[in-house]
């Protein structure tokens, strides 16, 4: 075990006691107000940094699914008892047991995603927001009166499902984890949140914070384990109402199934292979510099990175000049230095699929532009970590698998265009459909060619830019559904349409007896 492993081990263990989770076998669950430990078979976390182990937990298991659906029973009646205004008021208070906390709250999730510590401090922030949005709507969820055609009072009204089962990833745990919990709880319901097995605590650090500063027992629940185990559990219970899952379009597949086989509705957040378009009237400082942006933040793991640059012809050759002398300069470190732009993938099977990805396309065709294997300037004891330098490749075609699979890794294909509609034509021609972008000074264009795009969201002159406010989801393979927005608080209800009669002796007009 190599000086850095051992450090890390060490700020893990401190952080986890910090948050009460350690001990003999680390607690890994929270249920009904406590943390718990898994009974099941062990997990090994690994160290992104390093690819040594960093400690063991036990996955959770079918019977602590059990207990967490029941807490969640439980606290979602308690929580529907509350006068709407109430659980706003609720959910606001409890972000008061965040404070203090937040920097242990960035190290625990940069340590364990291997995400650089920059990135973990913005994204604690984005808890906040997301739960001070929706805080905001659980008194504004309005009902329609309908003018139907009788002497009926026709009204509809928004009932919560009751207990939503939550499937999140590993890329970005602790906003993924927010970013579902917020709308879910503002709409009336109670969750069971499974994380990714690789990233287990900071879910469990949330859901405890919250809970402790005024949220109901049982309304959070995460359970920790693998997908053949906790998660199969979780999909297949019975009193699971509905299934909301970010991952990958094998995995969504899966819970697709599940959710049919007990005609549950799924909401499916799955990958991407976006186009990031650069026309040859684009302002290229920042069409560079927004490329880079686009698909080196986060190490590429992002279900919205740029993959596919496409860049108008005339401008090919000085994008790929320009990206082969930035790209070098990027800060690819350590995770904890506050320097750091980048860090490694989170895992080793992550990392085999970047490298053989990049070792495939060259097989096929491509040259590397700059990049490709292990980034420069890395301390010794990280050079056996889940570590992959910027890559740019060109020389690329739309049939190739580099061009058509989701990497999830640092690595953007450049391929040329001829006019607007071949760059429609590319832009659309996988399965694929989250995210794209427009470089243009041309508004008209920008306007035009976002309309064209099959993807959920299209930035013009920018990449990246999402908000609580606005909605979030994907066509095709990319899923379907609605996170965030107005939307994605919809997803976590169900209309109810109720009939009063008006009328004085209705029946006996409809031709029934009083029985007098």
């Known amino acids: 075990m190599n000086t850095l492993t051992q450090q890390h081990k060490q700020d893990l263990h401190q952080l986890l006691q910090a948050f009460g989770l350690s001990g003999h076998t680390p607690l ?46 439980k606290g979602q009646a308690e929580w529907m008892k509350l006068s709407a205004s109430e659980r706003g008021r609720r959910m606001l208070q409890a972000l008061s047991g965040l404070q203090g906390r937040e920097e242990d709250l960035a190290k625990l999730e940069s340590l364990v995603a291997g995400k650089p510590i920059r990135d973990c401090r913005a994204e604690v922030a984005k808890v906040r927001e997301m739960f001070e949005y929706y805080a905001g709507w659980c008194d504004k969820q309005h009902g329609l009166v309908i003018p139907v055609p009788t002497s009926h009072l026709n009204y509809v009204h928004r009932v919560p499902y009751g207990v939503v089962g939550q499937i999140t990833p590993w890329n970005a745990p602790m906003f993924t984890c927010a970013w579902q919990l917020a709308p879910a ?55 699971i109402a509905k299934l909301v899952f970010v991952g990958s379009p094998g995995s969504g597949r899966l819970i697709a ?32 510099a927004g490329a880079q942006a686009a698909i080196f933040g986060a190490a590429g793991q992002s279900c919205v990175a740029g993959s596919r640059l496409l860049v108008q012809e005339s401008l090919l050759e000085a994008v790929c000049e320009r990206l082969a002398k930035a790209c070098p300069r990027i800060q690819v470190g350590l995770p904890s230095s506050p320097e750091t732009q980048m860090g490694p993938l989170q895992n ?24 490709g294997g292990l980034p420069q300037g890395l301390p010794t004891e990280a050079q056996s970590g889940y570590f992959v330098a910027p890559t740019v490749l060109r ?21 040329p265009f001829t006019d607007e509609q071949h760059a429609i034509s590319l832009a659309n021609s996988t399965r694929f459909g989250l995210a794209g972008a427009v470089w243009t000074q041309n508004v008209a264009r920008g306007h035009r060619v976002a309309r064209q795009l099959r993807v959920g969201t299209v930035w013009v002159n920018s990449y990246k830019s999402i908000s609580v406010m606005s909605p979030f989801g994907g066509f095709g393979e990319s899923g379907y559904g609605r996170s965030s927005g107005t939307e994605g608080l919809q997803e976590y209800t169900l209309p109810q349409s109720i009939w009063v009669e008006t009328a004085e002796k209705a029946s006996i007009a409809m031709g029934y007896g009083s029985g007098d």
């Open 348 to 371: 080793g099977r992550q990392h085999q699929h970047v490298s053989r990805m990049i070792r495939d396309a060259v097989n096929d065709g491509a040259t590397i532009v700059t990049g």
């Open 257 to 288: 199934q599940a959710g049919a086989q007990r005609l549950v509705p799924t909401v499916l957040e799955l990958g991407g292979k976006s186009a990031n378009i650069i026309f040859e009237d684009a302002c290229l400082d920042e069409a560079v």
């Open 28 to 73: 890994s669950n929270w249920i009904a107000g406590s943390a718990r430990a898994g009974d099941g078979a062990a997990i090994t976390l690994t160290d992104p940094v390093t690819g040594e182990a960093l400690l063991d937990y036990n996955d959770a298991g079918a019977a602590l699914v059990s207990q967490a659906v029941a807490g969640a029973q």
């Open 185 to 239: 709880i503002a709409a009336g319901n109670a969750v069971v949140l499974k994380p990714s097995e690789l990233t287990p605590f900071t879910s469990i650090v949330i859901a405890a914070c919250l809970e402790k500063a005024g949220l109901p027992e049982g309304l959070i629940n995460i359970v920790n384990g693998l997908g053949p185990t906790t998660g199969s559990a979780l999909t297949g219970h019975q009193e």
């Open 395 to 415: 020389n690329v075609t739309p049939s190739m698998e580099i061009a058509q699979e989701e990497v999830f890794g640092p690595v953007v294909v450049v391929m």
